[in-house]
């Protein structure tokens, strides 16, 4: 996907290049997948807390605490998810800044290495000519 056209910097090879262009990017991916699921978990937490918040404190409930299944009461439990709650948009934050600061590196990478991205366009939703039981190919351009 992406090519150098030119071996500016340090000397590395096209393959180094490449690899380290390919490694920032799988660092951004893995923190937008991150951050991804705090903020699902911080949906959940919404939901769990508006639900537990309407049951008796005395209730027993179980709560998965590093893998073990534990039996608590709501009494218990729902500080500590309202605690949770109140981290997961910091948390949220922080990646957020750090994923920025991962697009600057990579941009700062590519202009070092004038590495050119190679972006696949996706052909407009047009209607297709064909109907889609047809099976044929139409080759454009």
Known sequence: MAKSNVNKGKGKSAEEIFAGFQNLRSEQRQLANKIS????????????????????????????????LVERTVGEVLPELESNRERLPKAI?????????????????????????????RAPDAAPEQPAKSNVLVASG
């Open 93 to 121: 934050q922080a990646l957020n800044e750090q994923l920025a600061r991962k697009g600057q590196e990579i941009n700062e990478y590519i202009e070092t290495y004038d590495i050119k991205v190679q972006r696949t366009d």
């Open 37 to 68: 699921e705090l903020e699902m978990d911080l949906n959940e937490h919404k939901i769990v807390i508006e639900t537990l918040q309407t049951v008796d404190k005395t209730r027993r409930c179980f709560r998965m605490v590093g893998g073990v």
